[in-house]
C-alpha cells in the first residue's frame, strides 16, 4: 500500500488587491495557516510521501515572509517522508527564481526535494514518481510527454506529478496542455496534477487511473467550485487508488443577494460568518426605519473601527440598497420646521434621476444625524 | 440691547429723576400722572431724536426756563458701555461716550454726529438724520414701535410692516436675528455635520478637493493606480494571446504537417517504385521486340539460304537450256501484252458511256423516291392531321366529361363521406372503448408497480439511508487503506503445523504440514490460524486508525451487513441497483398512469369526434343517378384520373378546357386542309419523274449485257489498272527479253546471295542476344520493388517522381519551418507569462471594480453631504426671508395659548405685518378687524415680547394690557419673565401687583430685586416740579 497526500496551488504571496487591507493581510497570511493543517493531514494519515504539484508560491520571487513561513514549517518536521516540491507556472523554475535560491533551499530540511530537473524517485521496489517542473511561466508543450511510458513486465505502481491545464486543447488559453488521457497513455496509476482551485477529476467520469486536481487547500476567489481541500490517496497491490477528499481550508469564499430585509436579518444572525469572505449584494428599497435598521446591519457585518464585523471578510455591494423617501412623515415629525422644510426639498431631488442616489442618503444624513445616532 | 440708568433733568413735568435698570423684568411704577410715560419718552427722545428737533419743545418744562436734559446709559450688543447725552433746545446739546467698563468714559461723537451713530448702534430702521427720508420729529419704524411703543399704539404696531420703513436698517437686523432664531439646536447640528463633511471633500467655492487630505483624492488615485497597471497587464495579457494563440495554431499546423510530411514521403517512394516497375516494363517490351527482330532475321536467313541455292542452279551448267527457254517465253509475253492493251481501251469506252445512262436513271429515280417520300410524309402528316382533329374533339368531349364525371363525383362523395363518417363515428367508439380498456389497464399495472415499488422498497433502505452506506463504505475504505503500511509476517515453526493463512483480503492459504519459514506479506492486516490451537490477528496501522477501522468494522457489520441481509443482497453493489430497480416501479407507475390519462384522454375524444361524424348530412339517390348518366360513354377511369389531379379548382380548371380545346380543334381542321393541297402537287410531279425512268431503265440493261453484267465502276477501275499493268509489263519486257540467257549475271547473283546469308545470319545472332538481355533487365527491376508498393500502385496511380519529390521537399521544407516557428513561438511565450498576467489581469479587474465602487460611494456620499449641505442653507433662508414665518409660529402659538384655542391661528407677512387672525374651522374667517382692543392690545404686545426676544433687545412696555383681565394678564407674567431672561424689559405700570407679588416690593429702599425681576418704586425716584396728591402708588 502506497500512501500519498497531494496538494498544489498554495499561491503563498498572493495579494488580493480588491478587499481592504485588513482583508488582504487575513487571506494572504490564510494561505500560510493553511500549511498547518496540510501537514497535519500527512502525519495523521502517515502518508510515505507528500506531493506538492505547483504554484507553491504566487511568483517565482516570493517575498521572505513567505518561505521562511514554509522552510520553518518543515524544519520543525522530524519526518522521513519525502516532500516534494514541485515548481508551477506561477513559480516556474527560472535561473533566478525561488527555487534556485541558495538561502531557501539552505533553510529546506533533507527529506524535502525540490523538483529541479526530470525526477524518478523510487519509493520502494515496487513504486516509483515521475515528476516534470514547469520551466516557464507559459508553454505549449504538455510535461507528460516527458514522462517515460509503460514497458512491458514493469508492475510498479507508477505516480505522475505535473503541473498544467488538462482542458481542451483547442483552447488557446491552456497553459502546459495536458491531455485528458495521460495517466492511460503514459501507463500511471495515479496522476498528481496542480493547477485549477477546484477539486476535480479529469475528465470527471474517469476515476481508474485517477488524474486528479486537489485544489489550492485554501480558497482564492468566489467562482472556485469546490476549493479547499487536499487529496489522500492509497494505491494498493493491485495498484487501484483510492482517493479520500479531506478539507483543510479556513475561509470559505460565499455569495450573498439580499433583495428584502428578512433576508439581511437572516443573514446578520448566521453564526457561520466569522469564516466567510462574504460578497454581499443588496438590492431593496425600504422605509427609513428600516433603511436604517439595514445600515445598522451592514455596519455589524462589516464592523466599525470600534467593532469588529461579524462576517470574516465583507465585499458590499450597495448600490441597490434605496430609501424609499415618499413616506418620510412620521419620521420628520417632531424635527425642526427648517429641518423638514430641507427634507422636503431632498424628496424633490429625489424625484430626479440625476439627484436621486445623493438625495436619498442626503436625507438618510439628516434624519440619523437629527436623532444623534 | 439693555439701558443701564436713566437720568432726567428738567424733563417735562420731571425735574430730576434718576433710574437704575436690572437686567430681566422691572417693574417700574407708580401712580398716574407720576411721570412713567415721561420716562418712556425720555428714553426714546435720548434715542431717537435730535437736539435740535422742534418736537422737543414739547420737552421743556413749562414752568421752568431750564433746558431738558436726558441721559441714558445702555449696553449694545457686543457688551460695550455707551451713554447718551441730550441737551434738547441748541445744536450742541448731543454727546456720545462709550466705556469698555462703565466706569471710564471716552466721547464717541458729539452734535449732530451722535445722533447718526446712534442709528448705526441701533439699527431699527430709521434714517440717519439730514439724510434722505429723515424724518423731522420723532422717528417711527417697526422695531421703535415694538421696542420703545408710545402709549396705547396698538393699531400701529399691527398694521404697518417693515417695509414702512424709512430705512431697511431695521429689517436686516430683524433677518439676521430670525436667522440666528432659526439656528435651532438641532439643525446648527445637522448643519455642522453636514458642512464638516462638506469641507473634506470640496472647496469653499464647491469644487471637489484635489488636495492629499481629501478622502475622494484617494481614492481617485487608487482607481488611477489601479487603471494603470490593469492596463499594462491589458497590453501583456494581448502580446502574450497573440502569441499564445500563435504557438497553438502552430502547434496543430505542425501536427497536421507531419501527417502531410508522412504523406509526401510515402507519395515520392511510391513514384520511384513507379518508375522501376515501368522502366522494367520497357525492358520487357524491349525484349519482346527484339525477340520478333530476330524471328525476322532468322525467317530472312532462310529466304536467303534459298535464293543461294536457286541462284547457285541457274549459274551452273546445266541451266544453259533454261535460260534459252525463258527468252522465248518473255517475246511471246510481248506479243500478248500489245494484244490485251487493245481490247481494254475499247471496253473502257462502252463503261464511260453506260456509266452516263445509269447516272441520269439514277437521278431520276432519286427525284421520284423523294416525291413518294414526301408523299408519304404528306399522307402520314394528314393522317396525324386528322388524328389531332378528331383527338381534340376527343378533349372537348373529355373537358365536358372531366365536368358531369366531377359533378357526379362531388355528389358521390359526399354520399360515400355520409356513410364513411357514420362507419368512421362506430370505429371511433370502438377506439373510445379500446382506450378505455387500455386505460384501465395502465392503472391496474400502475397499481402493480406502485404495490411492487412499496413490496421492494420495504426491505431496502432510502435514498438517504443508501448515501450513507455509501459514505459509510467509502469511510471504511478509507481507513482500512489509512492502516496499510506494509507488514510481513515470518513464521518459523519449531514442528510441523497446519497454518491457514489470509493476507487482507486476498485469498485463503492452507500449509497442512509446514515445517520451514515462511514469510507473509500484507498491507494492513494478517490472520493466522495454527490448527484448532491458536488465531493470530495482525493488523497495521496507528491505534487510532486501527480504532477507527475497528468502529467503521463495527458500524458496517450494524448497519451494512444489516441492510444487506433485510434486502437479501450480497453486496453494496446490489444493493445500489436493488434501490434503483425500486426506483423503476416508481417510474413504471408513473409513466403508467401517464399512459392510462393519456389513454382516457383520447378515447374521450375519440367518442366526442365520433358525434360529431354521426351529424354529416348525405345526398338524395335520384340526384345521384341524374348526374351519373350526364357522364356519358367515356371511360370512368380516365375522368376520375384528371378530376382528381385537378384538384380543388377542377371546375374552373375544366371550363377552360373546354375552352382551348374548342379553339384547338377548329386549328386542326385547318391542318388537314393545307395537308392535302400539298399532296396533290406531289402527286403531278411524280407522273413526269416516272416516265423519265421508264426511259433509262429500258436502255442501261442493254449496255450492261454488252459490258458482261459486271460493276461499272469496279469495271472502270480495273480495266484501267489492267492497262497500266500491261503497258507497264510491255516497257519492262522489252530489255528482259534481250538479257535473258547470261550466265556472268547467274554467278555474280551467287555471290551476291552468299554475302547476304552471312550478314542474315550475324544480325540473327545481335537480336538474339539484345532480346535476352533486355529481358533480364525487367526480371531485376521487378524483383527490386517490393510488394506493397506493387499493390499500393494497383490500387491508386502513382504521381511523377518530380512532382513527388517536389511535394515532398516542399513538405519537409514546410515543416521545418513551422516547427522552427513553433519554438520560436513557445520561447516567447515563456517569457511572456500570459496565462499570469490575466490572471493578474482578473484580479485586478475585481481591485479596479471594488476601487472604482469605493470611489463611487464616496463621491456619491459627499454629494449626499453636500446636498443635504445646501437644503439645510436653502431652507434656512427660505424660512428667515419670510421674517413672518420666522417670527409668526412663536406669535401664533403664544396667542393661541393666550386664549386657549379660541383662535386657529395668526398669519404675519413676509414683513412682519399681521395679516390675518383665523378662526377655527374649515371655513374659519378673517377677525382681525373686529377682535376687541384689549386683544389687539394683547397680540401687539406678543409681537413686541416675540421681536425683541429675538433681537436679544430691551423693550419697553408703557402701560400695556390695561385692557386685559387678571387672568390673562396673570398668563402675561409668565411669558415677560420668559421674555426677560433673554431681553430687558421694562414695563411703567400704575398697578405693579398685576406683575408682582407684595413681597417683591421695596419697602425702604427705591427699588428690589428678586428672582431676575427689579422693582422700582418711582415715586422715590421721580422728583416733580409739583408735589403728587398720593404717595402711595401700589394700592389700586
Not at chain 1, 164 to 179: E, L, M, R, V
Amino acid at each position: 500500500m502506497l500512501k500519498l497526500l497531494h496538494t498544489a496551488d498554495w499561491h503563498l504571496g498572493r495579494d488580493f488587491p480588491a478587499f481592504s487591507e485588513e482583508a488582504r493581510k487575513k487571506l494572504s497570511r490564510a494561505r500560510v495557516d493553511v500549511l498547518d493543517q496540510v501537514f497535519a493531514e500527512a502525519e495523521r494519515n502517515a502518508v510515505d510521501a507528500v506531493l506538492c504539484a505547483g504554484d507553491l508560491f504566487d511568483d517565482p520571487n516570493p517575498k521572505r515572509d513567505f518561505w521562511e513561513a514554509l522552510a520553518s514549517r518543515l524544519q520543525k518536521k522530524r519526518w522521513q517522508r519525502p516532500v516534494f516540491l514541485l515548481p508551477g507556472n506561477h513559480d516556474p523554475l527560472l535561473a533566478d527564481g525561488i527555487w534556485r535560491d541558495g538561502t531557501f533551499k539552505s533553510a529546506l530540511p533533507p527529506f524535502v526535494k525540490v523538483v529541479d530537473r526530470e525526477l524518478e524517485h523510487a519509493f520502494s521496489e515496487r513504486a516509483v514518481l515521475y515528476a516534470v517542473p514547469c520551466r516557464s511561466k507559459a508553454s505549449q508543450q504538455d510535461p507528460t510527454a516527458l514522462i517515460p511510458a509503460r514497458t512491458a513486465g514493469d508492475e510498479r505502481i507508477r505516480v505522475g506529478l505535473v503541473h498544467g491545464s488538462a482542458f481542451d486543447a483547442g483552447d488557446w488559453q491552456t497553459n502546459f496542455p495536458i491531455a485528458k488521457d495521460a495517466a492511460v497513455e503514459r501507463g500511471l496509476d495515479y496522476l498528481a496534477l496542480g493547477d485549477t482551485h477546484g477539486f476535480r477529476y479529469v475528465p470527471a467520469d474517469r476515476l481508474q487511473p485517477p488524474t486528479l486536481y486537489p485544489g489550492a487547500p485554501e480558497p482564492t476567489a468566489f467562482d472556485e467550485q469546490d476549493a479547499g481541500h487536499v487529496a489522500l490517496v492509497f494505491i494498493n497491490r493491485q495498484r487501484r487508488a483510492l482517493v479520500d477528499k479531506r478539507r483543510v481550508g479556513h475561509w470559505r469564499w460565499e455569495t450573498v443577494r439580499a433583495a428584502e430585509l428578512g433576508a439581511l436579518r437572516a443573514l446578520a444572525a448566521r453564526d457561520d460568518l466569522k469564516n466567510r469572505v462574504l460578497r454581499l449584494v443588496v438590492e431593496m428599497n425600504l422605509p427609513a426605519p428600516e433603511y436604517e435598521e439595514a445600515e445598522a446591519l451592514l455596519d455589524q457585518l462589516a464592523g466599525t473601527e470600534a467593532k469588529h464585523g461579524r462576517a470574516g471578510v465583507l465585499e458590499l455591494h450597495r448600490e441597490g440598497l434605496r430609501l424609499d423617501v415618499a413616506n418620510l412623515g412620521p419620521q420628520l415629525e417632531g424635527l425642526p420646521r427648517v429641518l423638514q422644510a430641507a427634507a422636503r426639498t431632498l424628496q424633490l431631488a429625489a424625484g430626479a434621476a440625476d439627484t436621486r442616489l445623493a438625495a436619498e442618503r442626503a436625507l438618510f444624513h439628516l434624519l440619523r444625524t437629527a436623532r444623534g445616532s | 440691547m439693555r439701558y443701564l440708568r436713566l437720568t432726567v433733568e428738567a424733563f417735562q413735568g420731571i425735574e430730576a429723576a434718576t433710574v437704575d435698570f436690572a437686567p430681566g423684568l422691572n417693574v417700574l411704577y407708580g401712580p398716574n400722572d407720576l411721570g412713567k410715560s415721561t420716562l418712556a419718552t425720555a428714553i426714546r427722545a435720548a434715542l431717537l431724536l435730535p437736539v435740535t428737533s422742534s418736537e422737543a419743545h414739547a420737552f421743556e418744562p413749562w414752568h421752568a426756563g431750564r433746558k431738558p436734559v436726558v441721559t441714558l446709559d445702555f449696553l449694545d450688543g457686543q457688551g460695550l458701555h455707551w451713554r447718551v447725552k441730550k441737551a434738547f433746545g441748541g445744536p450742541s446739546g448731543a454727546q456720545l461716550w462709550s466705556s469698555n467698563d462703565g466706569a471710564s468714559w471716552t466721547s464717541a461723537e458729539k452734535g449732530r454726529a451722535v445722533d447718526g451713530r446712534l442709528r448705526e448702534l441701533l439699527p431699527w430702521g430709521v434714517a440717519s438724520p439730514g439724510g434722505k427720508n429723515a424724518p423731522r420729529g420723532m422717528p417711527e419704524s417697526f422695531i421703535v414701535n415694538a421696542l420703545l411703543p408710545r402709549q396705547g399704539e396698538v393699531e400701529a404696531l399691527l398694521h404697518r410692516g417693515l417695509d414702512d420703513d424709512a430705512a431697511d436698517s431695521g429689517k436686516v437686523s430683524l433677518t439676521k436675528a430670525l436667522s440666528a432664531l432659526a439656528q435651532d439646536p438641532l439643525f446648527k447640528k445637522v448643519l455642522d455635520r453636514a458642512q464638516a463633511e462638506v469641507e473634506k471633500c470640496f472647496t469653499e467655492t464647491g469644487a471637489r478637493k484635489t488636495s492629499r487630505t481629501s478622502p475622494l483624492t484617494a481614492a481617485g488615485e487608487a482607481v488611477k493606480r489601479l487603471q494603470v497597471e490593469r492596463d499594462a497587464l491589458t497590453r501583456q495579457v494581448a502580446d502574450a494571446e497573440a502569441v499564445a494563440q500563435r504557438a497553438s495554431m502552430l502547434r496543430e499546423r505542425r501536427a497536421e504537417l507531419g501527417v502531410e510530411l508522412q504523406e509526401a514521403r510515402e507519395a515520392l517512394e511510391l513514384a520511384r517504385a513507379a518508375l522501376v516497375v515501368q522502366r522494367a516494363d520497357q525492358a520487357r517490351r524491349a525484349a519482346a521486340s527484339l525477340a520478333a527482330t530476330a524471328e525476322e532475321k532468322k525467317r530472312a536467313v532462310e529466304i536467303t539460304a534459298a535464293s543461294l541455292v536457286e541462284a547457285q542452279r541457274l549459274a551452273s551448267g546445266d541451266g544453259q537450256r533454261q535460260r534459252e527457254l525463258q527468252r522465248a517465253q518473255v517475246e511471246a509475253m510481248l506479243s500478248a501484252l500489245t494484244a490485251k492493251r487493245r481490247e481494254l481501251e475499247a471496253r473502257l469506252q462502252k463503261i464511260e458511256f453506260a456509266l452516263k445512262a445509269r447516272a441520269d436513271l439514277g437521278q431520276a429515280r432519286t427525284e421520284a423516291q423523294a416525291l413518294r417520300a414526301e408523299g408519304v410524309q404528306l399522307a402520314q402528316a394528314h393522317a396525324r392531321a386528322v388524328h389531332e382533329r378528331s383527338e381534340a374533339q376527343g378533349e372537348l368531349e373529355l373537358a365536358e366529361g372531366i365536368v358531369a364525371y366531377g359533378r357526379w363525383r362531388v355528389a358521390l362523395d359526399a354520399a360515400q363521406a355520409a356513410v364513411d363518417a357514420r362507419a368512421q363515428a362506430a370505429k371511433l367508439t370502438e377506439e373510445a372503448v379500446a382506450r378505455e380498456v387500455e386505460a384501465q389497464q395502465h392503472e391496474r399495472a400502475a397499481q402493480a408497480a406502485v404495490d411492487e415499488g412499496a413490496m421492494r422498497r420495504a426491505t431496502l433502505p432510502t435514498q438517504a439511508q443508501l448515501e450513507v452506506l455509501e459514505r459509510l463504505a467509502h469511510d471504511r475504505d478509507v481507513a482500512e487503506a489509512r492502516l496499510g503500511g506494509g507488514l510481513a509476517v515470518a513464521v518459523r515453526p519449531r514442528r510441523a503445523i497446519a497454518l491457514h493463512a489470509v493476507a487482507d483480503d486476498g485469498a485463503p492459504l492452507d500449509l497442512p504440514g509446514l515445517k520451514a519459514e515462511q514469510l507473509f506479506e500484507a498491507d494492513r492486516r494478517v490472520l493466522l490460524t495454527v490448527g484448532d490451537l491458536l488465531e493470530v490477528e495482525i493488523t497495521a496501522g496507528a491505534k487510532e486508525a486501527r480504532r477507527t477501522v475497528e468502529v467503521l468494522r463495527r458500524r458496517w457489520k450494524e448497519e451494512m451487513l444489516t441492510a444487506l441481509e433485510r434486502a437479501e443482497v450480497a453486496s453494496l453493489v446490489d444493493l445500489q441497483a436493488a434501490v434503483k430497480a425500486a426506483a423503476v416501479f416508481e417510474t413504471a407507475a408513473h409513466e403508467h398512469r401517464t399512459k392510462a390519462a393519456a389513454a382516457r384522454s383520447a378515447a374521450e375524444s375519440a367518442r366526442a369526434r365520433g358525434a360529431l361524424l354521426e351529424k354529416q348530412p348525405s345526398g338524395s339517390k335520384d340526384e345521384l343517378e341524374a348526374k351519373e348518366a350526364r357522364i356519358g360513354t367515356l371511360p370512368r377511369e380516365i375522368l376520375a384520373r384528371f378530376f382528381t389531379s385537378m384538384g380543388a379548382s377542377w371546375e374552373t380548371q375544366c371550363e377552360e378546357l373546354r375552352k382551348a380545346k374548342g379553339g384547338t380543334l377548329q386549328t386542326r381542321r385547318a391542318a388537314v386542309v393545307e395537308v392535302e393541297a400539298k399532296q396533290q402537287q406531289v402527286r403531278w410531279r411524280l407522273d413526269e419523274v416516272g416516265r423519265l425512268e421508264a426511259e433509262g431503265a429500258a436502255m442501261l440493261p442493254r449496255l450492261l449485257e454488252q459490258l458482261g453484267g459486271t460493276d461499272l465502276a469496279v469495271a472502270r477501275v480495273q480495266s484501267s489498272s489492267e492497262l497500266t499493268a500491261v503497258v507497264e509489263a510491255l516497257g519492262a519486257t522489252q530489255p528482259e527479253a534481250v538479257a535473258t540467257g547470261s550466265r556472268d549475271v547467274a554467278e555474280a547473283t551467287v555471290k551476291e546471295r552468299e554475302v547476304a546469308l552471312v550478314r542474315a545470319q550475324a544480325e540473327l545472332a545481335d537480336a538474339l542476344k539484345a532480346a535476352a538481355a533486355r529481358e533480364g533487365e525487367a526480371k531485376a527491376l521487378e524483383a527490386s520493388v517490393p510488394t506493397e508498393q506493387r499493390r499500393a500502385l494497383q490500387l491508386r496511380p502513382p504521381l511523377e517522381l518530380a512532382a513527388a519529390e517536389a511535394a515532398a521537399a516542399r513538405a519537409e521544407a514546410l515543416f521545418d519551418e513551422v516547427s522552427a516557428e513553433f519554438n520560436k513561438a513557445d520561447g516567447a511565450l515563456t517569457s511572456l507569462a500570459g496565462p499570469m498576467a490575466k490572471e493578474r489581469q482578473q484580479q485586478l479587474d475585481e481591485a479596479l471594480a471594488a476601487a472604482r465602487e469605493r470611489e463611487h460611494e464616496l463621491n456619491a456620499d459627499a454629494d449626499a453631504w453636500k446636498l443635504l449641505r445646501d437644503a439645510l442653507r436653502e431652507a434656512e433662508s427660505s424660512q428667515t426671508a419670510h421674517l413672518g414665518k420666522a417670527l409668526g409660529g412663536e406669535v401664533a402659538t403664544r396667542f393661541l395659548a393666550l386664549t386657549r384655542g379660541r383662535y386657529a391661528g395668526v398669519a404675519i407677512g413676509p414683513t412682519l405685518e399681521v395679516e390675518t387672525i383665523e378662526l377655527p374651522g374649515a371655513d374659519g374667517g378673517e377677525v382681525l378687524a373686529s377682535l376687541s382692543h384689549g386683544t389687539k392690545d394683547q397680540l401687539a404686545t406678543l409681537v413686541r415680547l416675540c421681536v425683541a426676544s429675538s433681537m436679544r433687545s430691551a423693550i419697553v412696555l408703557d402701560d400695556q394690557l390695561v385692557h386685559t383681565d387678571g387672568a390673562r394678564l396673570h398668563w402675561f407674567t409668565g411669558v415677560l419673565r420668559e421674555v426677560a431672561r433673554h431681553a430687558q424689559t421694562l414695563v411703567f405700570t400704575c398697578r405693579p401687583l398685576d406683575y408682582l407679588e407684595a413681597t417683591d416690593l421695596p419697602v425702604k429702599a427705591p427699588s428690589h430685586d428678586a428672582a431676575g425681576v427689579r422693582a422700582i418704586d418711582l415715586t422715590r425716584l421721580i422728583h416733580r416740579h409739583y408735589a403728587l396728591t398720593g404717595t402711595n402708588s401700589a394700592g389700586p
